[in-house]
């Protein structure tokens, strides 16, 4: 593991790095305009890291899961009123009690997994969804004609999977219909791509 990655490991680090490069406004849009969340939703935030978005969220039932312990720890720590914090994996038998959900939202994931983990993890997720719920997908993109400095920055990330929109998107439809898919390259305070994904099931 390099030395950049496993700092990225440890939570605080890992929050004031994403602090640092994201644009004040980019998180609210985000919020607002992509998961769009009401107050009383139902709420799983997959891969959550220390659960940040939380605090842009209304008053909604939140629960954030991630293989990283020190993650879920730090999001106690942070929003321990506001949401419920498990280290579980989509697989395992606990994650099949949690319910339905009305937002299943994979931030900053589908770059870290490869084709088959992505096929895998919505095939799960699907299940989790209800009939009128959305899946929302956020990650860096590689797409034609991009700033070569985001293009770089994408292939310098700790996920090896950067991938292109049209990528991504026939990942999401083996097991969701894709509603909107919305490509960003200002979110950042340096130059970077970003793809977001809204999608049901079928």
């Given at each position: 593991?390099?030395?950049?990655?496993?700092?990225?490991?440890?939570p605080?680090?890992?929050?004031?790095?994403q602090?640092?490069?994201?644009?004040?406004?980019?998180?609210?849009?985000?919020?607002?305009?992509?998961?769009?969340?009401?107050?009383?939703?139902?709420?799983?935030?997959?891969?959550?890291?220390?659960?940040s978005?939380?605090?842009?969220?209304?008053?909604v039932?939140y629960i954030?899961?991630?293989?990283?312990?020190?993650?879920?720890?730090?999001?106690?720590?942070?929003h321990?009123?506001r949401?419920?914090?498990?280290?579980?994996?989509v697989?395992?038998?606990?994650f099949?009690?949690?319910?339905?959900?009305?937002?299943?939202?994979l931030?900053g994931?589908?770059?870290?997994?490869?084709?088959?983990?992505?096929?895998?993890?919505?095939?799960?997720?699907?299940?989790?969804?209800?009939?009128?719920?959305?899946?929302?997908?956020?990650?860096?993109?590689?797409?034609?004609?991009?700033?070569?400095?985001?293009?770089?920055?994408?292939?310098?990330?700790?996920?090896?999977?950067?991938?292109?929109?049209?990528?991504?998107?026939?990942?999401?439809?083996?097991?969701?219909?894709?509603e909107?898919?919305?490509i960003r390259?200002?979110?950042?305070?340096?130059p970077?791509?970003h793809?977001?994904?809204r999608?049901?099931?079928?």
């Amino acid at each position: 593991m390099g030395s950049r990655t496993w700092l990225l490991e440890i939570p605080i680090v890992y929050d004031l790095f994403q602090d640092g490069l994201t644009r004040s406004e980019t998180r609210t849009w985000f919020s607002d305009k992509v998961i769009c969340a009401s107050d009383g939703m139902r709420i799983l935030d997959v891969g959550c890291g220390t659960a940040s978005i939380l605090s842009l969220l209304p008053n909604v039932e939140y629960i954030g899961i991630d293989h990283n312990p020190k993650y879920i720890a730090k999001a106690r720590v942070s929003h321990g009123d506001r949401g419920e914090f498990r280290s579980v994996d989509v697989n395992d038998a606990q994650f099949r009690t949690l319910g339905k959900f009305d937002r299943v939202l994979l931030l900053g994931v589908l770059h870290h997994l490869n084709d088959d983990e992505c096929i895998k993890l919505f095939s799960a997720l699907r299940q989790a969804l209800r009939e009128d719920g959305q899946l929302v997908t956020f990650d860096n993109a590689l797409v034609s004609g991009q700033h070569p400095i985001a293009r770089l920055l994408a292939k310098l990330d700790r996920g090896r999977y950067a991938r292109t929109p049209q990528q991504y998107r026939s990942l999401i439809e083996t097991s969701f219909v894709v509603e909107s898919e919305i490509i960003r390259h200002d979110l950042l305070r340096v130059p970077y791509t970003h793809v977001a994904f809204r999608a049901r099931t079928r």
